[in-house]
């Protein structure tokens, strides 16, 4: 069993910086990684952190302005975004899995079975 809470979003302008934390408690996992819902969209993947295969993927839409890390004791994940753009708002929800083959089909995220509630990330022009 895991717990996963994610807090940091917020509401920014265009170009702004915000920072997304995951703390999760329970079962350590194999990898864990963001996910976000805009509106009238489908579930997007965004950033995977899997320290066994020493792996820090993001998504093409954010490479370059996201950055994906996790602290030392493997309790919080992070996500720094900068230059936010209005393509980013979203609903930004953190999932793990203790299973490697799903980690492996990233950027499904259809096997994580831990989910946070997710926080919402607003960013206007």
């Known amino acids: 069993r895991m717990d996963l809470v994610e807090t940091g979003g917020g509401s920014v302008h265009t170009g702004g910086s915000l920072r997304l934390s995951c703390a999760a408690s329970?079962?350590?996992?194999?990898?864990m990684g963001w996910f976000r819902r805009g509106p009238g969209n489908e579930r997007e993947a965004v950033a995977l952190?899997?320290?066994?295969?020493?792996?820090?993927d993001v998504a093409e839409s954010v490479k370059g302005r996201f950055a994906i890390s996790q602290d030392s004791g493997g309790n919080t994940l992070t996500l720094e975004m900068t230059d936010l753009k209005p393509e980013d708002t979203a609903r930004y929800s953190c999932?793990?899995?203790?299973?490697?083959?799903?980690?492996?089909?990233?950027?499904?995220?259809?096997?994580?079975?831990?989910w946070g509630q997710g926080t919402q990330v607003t960013v206007s022009s």
């Open positions: 329970g079962d350590g996992p194999e990898c």
């Open positions: 952190f899997w320290p066994a295969r020493a792996r820090r």
């Open positions: 999932g793990a899995t203790t299973l490697r083959w799903v980690c492996s089909e990233w950027p499904d995220g259809r096997g994580f079975t831990y």
